[in-house]
């Protein structure tokens, strides 16, 4: 992986495709937290919540990623740290929420999840487009890129759930779908804590 050449200089000039990618993202991703959140109230679904809240945090991620661009590489490798803490807090609250709804047993409504899934989908897919040519740089930016990527495929996992809430009538699809969302940001949050924690034991992160 690039970001892993310990040639890499301490204080990159930034590419300004990336900084307007990042806006592009930005904005995208707090429309869909207000979006998805109305939705996951009116629906009962805890995966429509699950990744209403991941817009949140990526919104925060990529709030933070334009804050952090130019600096040190050290500077990038804590800030992706954090954004590894946030998706690993992400991942325990709804593995938590997952359990709570499963012993309550609301049925969740599959037509708003159908149709607010679909429009996320699509919003996560433009933005994991727009990322994508970035996907092999820097923690920091490889961080970017996961959060994109596994909300895509949050997003069609939330279709097939409505698929399946219709054709079972109960939870389990819904709650299902919620945790693989959870291990997903789980097992990213612990590849960019592994790649950031390199980062700073690099000689010239200073």
Partial sequence: MSAHCCSAPPSPGVDPRYRKALVIALVVNAAMFIAELL????S???SLLADSIDFFGDAGNYALSLFVLGMALSARAKAALFKAACMAGFGVFVLGKAVWNLQTGVVPEPATMGVV???ALAANVGV????YRFRTGDANMRSVWLCSRNDAIGNVAVLLAALGVVGTGTAW???GVAVVMALLALTGAASVARQAGHELREPHTA
Avoid: E, Q, R, V
Avoid at 39 to 42: D, E, F, G, I, R
Avoid at 128 to 131: D, K, N, P, S, V
């Fill in 39 to 42: 939705a996951a109230w009116s």
């Fill in 128 to 131: 994991a487009w727009l990322l």
């Fill in 173 to 175: 699809p819904d709650i």
């Fill in 44 to 46: 009962g679904s805890i």
């Fill in 117 to 119: 899934g679909f429009a």
